[in-house]
């Protein structure tokens, strides 16, 4: 049987490019973050769950679910955040287990922002998470999202600290720009198809 791993990390952190090295190597992989977008398009009991809470609103004339008007509505709320976390995640994670089944590979990889939030980790075999320094992780999303660094400071501590992440993992890749990160990532390869990893 498969085994599945999760990555994850703090925004910032890198774990979307971690990850990609990963794909790169012929690890399957599965993206909760981007196929909870097209989720929240596609599955029917999604979109009926998003109306009832939300209304009519949160999807355009076309169809599409209205990213913006619905990030506005949750924004600074967290009784609508956690309403939502509660529609979307289940499914989410559903959609994963059903994908994480019909991989042949020795392991798959599923990553996501919020994956030891959601409780989905307790789904898989094993842990990664992707670290980085608070500051460097600052910059990265300042240029990436072309945000202010207050507006990246209040996402950062709207999330799980990094130190209570680690609690959860089995694994930690430090990328800091300095640390060669294809030495741990081959290194967390081998041990995970010796299936050695511990709590």
Not at 26 to 31: K, S, T, V, W
């Amino acid at each position: 049987m498969t085994i599945k791993v999760g990555i994850t990390g703090g925004i910032g952190s890198g774990k979307s490019f971690v990850s990609s090295i990963f794909k790169t190597m012929g690890i399957p992989f599965y993206d909760a973050d981007r196929e909870a977008k097209f989720l929240m398009n596609h599955d029917l009991d999604l979109r009926r769950g998003l109306i009832d809470i939300f209304g009519v609103e949160v999807y355009q004339a076309d169809g599409s679910l209205d990213r913006r008007w619905l990030a506005k509505q949750v924004f600074g709320d967290s009784d609508k955040l956690n309403l939502l976390n509660s529609i979307v995640h289940p499914i989410v994670i559903r959609h994963a287990e059903r994908w994480a089944e019909k991989q042949i590979a020795a392991y798959s990889l599923k990553e996501a922002a919020l994956l030891i939030e959601s409780g989905s980790y307790k789904s898989l075999d094993c842990l990664i998470l992707v670290r980085a320094p608070e500051p460097l992780r600052i910059e990265r999303v300042m240029q990436r999202d072309n945000v202010s660094r207050a507006e990246v400071i209040e996402r950062i501590n709207k999330q799980m600290t990094e130190e209570e992440k680690q609690k959860y993992v089995n694994f930690t890749i430090l990328n800091d720009g300095v640390s060669p990160l294809l030495p741990q990532i081959l290194q967390i390869h081998q041990q995970i198809l010796d299936r050695q990893w511990s709590k």
